[in-house]
């Protein structure tokens, strides 16, 4: 059937249904879905062959971006196919007769099925954003990344050019390289923020957030809360970091850079004690091991992956769905078989676990889990390589009783993590609320704020801008923190090496509920932030709830925006 034909249909049952019921409301919405389903699939597939080939360098785009977060944020410069794509996208989506349609099923409210709602609202926000024709921030967006990452691609190359100069200065140097990006990354921000206005936003954060059911006005006091809840073990740790640098280096405290601040980080999240390198083999075996204990098989995935080093591959470990109806799950890495690799794929792992496990009834457009939910559980997963004693021990991992980071903290790095997390988010908040400060006076103003340690003025420098998560501003930060809250609570309630029963509780619901109704029916109650702090530290939770606000949801159906 050609277009104009289906659309014929739709009109044709509008027309019943607009003095008419719920019922065939439904049924009208349930046959646009299936064609429209019927369209994207193909593209959606061919997109992920490109995209995959391009990582596993089997095709000629050099020059594809290392971020390709959704089908219509493909970024390929000059090259034919890429345009062939997205010109496929534009016609699929913009064609006004069919958003009026979908305007007009809004606008009814008749439609009350929570699956055909969830995916009511899929559909619409794709239209609403090839709609409104972002082509000015597309441009200045295009520019921006291609600068940021041919400098991101220089790095090895930078590194063994600099010659004898001290890491510090070295580092001093790379971020040198890319101030130049700052004022471009202003214009972005302004450009994005005036996109979002005509949908009813103040500015493109708040209309972030909302687009992932995150309520913007309780932000601050969540922010608030984990302040508080984990500002004294965050001190704590870092006094034995600060030990930790001066003992190595040989220095006092009021000398470390944050440099060596950022060095302790990674020194948690890989001690020392798991410096191993393994064969592939016996690399996967240990992963295979682990996740066997919940009866889940990797076997299918790892044989469809690509996770092996070799020097002319892209630095970034993701997942990716290849094909959801032919279960073609696969992970995309550039490691080596080292146990500190291990927690990376052990995550990656998780996610296309997690998608492998959606039960097959799931309708097309809900398979894909949201992100809170999906960061939810890999991190679930990857956390145990630190908190449980018996998980280490069936992957043959050292013990950590020894570490000094580890004496009072079951993941230290958690904990670093989080506070990161709170400046990132604080950060680009408050850049997007107000375009026109001074972005690195308020990075380090952030930094004391969260991190507690100052920098030295001439250590000030805007490290902010070479940090890909920062310049991507897809609101990831705050995806993590929720998520980390979410993995702590399954963690109370399925510990140890009980990962099984996670499958059946959220992992095969895919998108067809919200995540904090998952949360509930898995473990009885609302997000309880009381966990969070048994997450990463060696004591017992506390017995108040620490409970977030109450509407962090909202019914995004229900929401008028402005579009209309
Ligand atoms: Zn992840």
Redesign the pocket.
Known sequence: MNKNHCLMYLFAFLLLVSCSDRSQTEKLFQYFINKHVERIKPINKSLSEVVWATYTGETSYKDLMLEVHRVDSLFVKGDKTAEYYQRLLNNLYDNSSEFEVLMKIKKSGLLTDSLLKRQFVKVYREYVSIQNNWDKTEKIKLKLFEQFFELKKSENRFWDSIGNVSEDVGRAMWIGKFSGLIDKFRDLIKAMNDDVKRLGYDNYFEATMDYYDISYDSLDQIIRVIDNETREDYLQLLGIAQSEICRELNITSNQITPFQYRDAHTNMMTPGEWKVEYSQEDFIKIIGDYYALGNYDISDIYKNSDIWYKENKVNNSFFFCMDSEKRDFRIYSNSKPKASNLSSLV?EFG?ALHYKYVDQKVPYLLKEPQSIL??AV?IYFDSKIYTSKDVQEIMGLASLDQNPYFKDFRNPSELFFIRKLLRNIMFEKSIFENPDQDFNELWWKLNKEYLLYDASLTDRLPEWISNQQIVDFNGMHVFYLYAIAFAAQLEEYYPGQQIGPIKDKIMKYGDTLPWNDLIKRATGEELNLKYLINFYKRSNVNDSPISLNNNAHKDLYLRENGCS
């Open positions: 995550h996610h999906a960061e890999a």
